[in-house]
DNA sequence: ATGCTTATGTGAAGGATGAAACAAAGTCAT
DNA sequence: ATGACTTTGTTTCATCCTTCACATAAGCAT
């Protein structure tokens, strides 16, 4: 069995595309080899950590001399599937919404926002960076036709799990959660909470009862 | 030794803020007692992770009873130092972080963003949704002069590391950092990451290589 | 060719986290 | 008061993740 059909610990598939960024970086700059110590220094996860992930996926490298910008990067690409587009869609276009529309780091990475969507009438039929904002009874209509899966929601929280239920209904199978509220939704769905007022709360929470000493022994 | 003084887990630590905030709406829906299990629903976190989170705190409920909701309400503001306010800065007044001086949802957990920077003329000395715009100039003194020591970062990526820099040089301690850059700070700075499009490339990856049999057996 | 240097891939150990399970201790109805 | 019921706090186990440490193998200079 090829160990690309293996499963990769949580934990790798979150820095995988963290890696695949860097590569293009170096890519770009020209350089052909690197090593997991250079790797470790810019994207700080350490040297070994970053050998054990590429060694889920076979012997990527070479003792010695290390890995081959070109090589990971195309091997990379693959099991990243930066090769297809995968289109997403925006519930929500409020303030956190209209800024994701305009941000340019979605369009790098072969991940795009196609559409979006709104109950606002006079954001309705309008277009943000280009993107169509559709009202919200569209929504399973325009989901199923474009066979979109993937949805980033920006509502507001007391409207989370009316519109997490649309969404599941819509067949949606991942869900980019910015909105406080903990969805419940079907086992086979997967959710991903980025909870802003939290991480700022325990930001500050570990900076009042984590003294630096400890952070040294933690991120060091 | 009291238990407040030994060290939490840190994934304990980072699920404080939920609990306290499921609390507070639990308050002001006039509830008096809770359970660990219907915490859980409510936050989806194993009830026998709540309890074990709270046990780190020396025993806040009563058996058979559950957990007084005044009493670890009153509990975790002390914890979570809800009584005083936390001023931050924001730097960067683009898209997100204009998104981020609209939102509300800081202003409901004592955090407040005090005051912004940016480079751009045009939005100097202006202010958005009540808060002053500064020229980066100024942060070191209005940081200084303000007692501000956490500053949240949404600025071009080409330009983190240069004001992370000024940011620590300014006595900042902890920095939540929304570019794809990864910064290097000295061991005492605390920096949590939150980069969404390698959040929403790794919700992606999760969909292709993990079927739902497997996320079952994660999240149920 | 030779030997020194470099850097991988991985076994093993150590930590951290999550969840099952249950004794202990309280509640609550009668 | 009593006994059935409830729910905690904790012990225990299992799993996942990170890091050390090093044998192994390849580069590289002479």
Known sequence: MSPEHLKIPQATAKRLPLYYRFLKNLHSSGKQRVSSAELSEAVKVDSATIRRDFSYFGALGKKGYGYNVNYLL???????????????????????????????????????????????????????????????????EQLNQRDISVAILTVPSHVAQTITDYLVKSNVKGILNFTPARLTVPAAIRVHHIDLSIELQSLIYFLKHYPSSDIQAITD
Chains 1, 2 share one sequence.
């Open 74 to 140: 195309s091997f990379f690409r693959k099991t990243l599937d930066q090769d297809e587009l995968t289109k997403v869609a925006l519930i929500g276009v409020g303030n956190l919404g209209t800024a994701f529309l305009n941000y340019n780091f979605l369009k790098n990475n072969n991940t795009i926002i196609e559409l979006a969507f709104d109950v606002d009438e006079s954001k309705v039929g309008t277009r943000i960076c280009d993107v169509p904002v559709y009202h919200m009874d569209e929504l399973e």
